[in-house]
């Protein structure tokens, strides 16, 4: 089978799986053509189908299931914080930056929430405030503080912003090892945290954005003046 060039081959396939997933003809767990199809359907070789597969694969948009076949999937997270972190260095991106925008996506989420807070998610969200009160350790605690966080995003109902600010808090920890541990390892700081946590959820039930906005603000004051004494900037 001729081909002018890999490359052309290669974009063929992608721009194949391209349209079928935006246009609906596959969805997430379809199980895809087979190598040797694909070849004969877009008119490459085989080693262009298995070179794209494979690439497909190792971006996560695909699964090879041995003995099964090739399906859509979507576990892009990792490959995702590779490709950023490499586009942060490359690119001088100072990771305050990177927290600012974290920042500002939690300040959006917080809003929405204020209408689609959930009662089972409140719920959730006061229990992980009642086990911070706990004694524990500091590495317990921002355990915790991840969830509280996380729980907060959910409450959007914003998938993409979900996304998003997941890759953001897998950026801080890849450049800044620890860093919820580091800062709740000082008591005082760790109980100004505390509270502002508190005043996030006691807003949130009484659908307060102008307190839950100026609780969420305090938070990351106290964050980001630990985040660029630790970087240096």
């Not at 004969?40 to 041995?66: D, F, P």
């Amino acid at each position: 089978m001729e081909e002018r060039n890999s490359q052309k081959a290669y974009e063929r396939v992608f721009d194949y799986f391209t349209a079928e997933i935006t246009s609906g003809s596959l969805r997430l767990n379809d199980k895809i053509p087979t190598e040797r199809a694909l070849s004969e359907n877009l008119k490459v070789s085989r080693n262009s189908a298995r070179e794209a597969l494979h690439v497909l694969e190792m971006m996560g948009l695909i699964e090879c299931i041995q003995g099964s076949g090739n399906y859509i999937r979507c576990n892009t997270r990792e490959y995702m914080t590779k490709l950023m972190s490499l586009t942060m260095v490359l690119q001088h991106i100072n990771h305050t930056e990177v927290f600012e925008m974290r920042c500002g996506f939690e300040q959006t989420a917080l809003a929405a929430a204020m209408e689609g807070a959930q009662p089972e998610e409140l719920a959730r969200m006061k229990e992980v405030l009642e086990k911070m009160d706990q004694p524990m350790s500091a590495q317990d605690s921002a355990a915790l503080d991840v969830e509280f966080h996380k729980i907060l995003m959910e409450m959007s109902h914003n998938q993409l912003m979900i996304f998003y600010v997941d890759q953001m808090e897998d950026l801080l920890k890849l450049f800044v090892k620890d860093l919820r541990t580091s800062i709740l390892s000082d008591r005082r700081r760790a109980a100004v945290l505390r509270k502002a946590h508190w005043d996030i959820y006691e807003a949130l039930t009484a659908r307060d954005e102008a307190a839950g906005a100026k609780a969420l603000k305090k938070h990351f004051n106290v964050v980001r003046k630990h985040l660029k004494k630790l970087i240096g900037t």
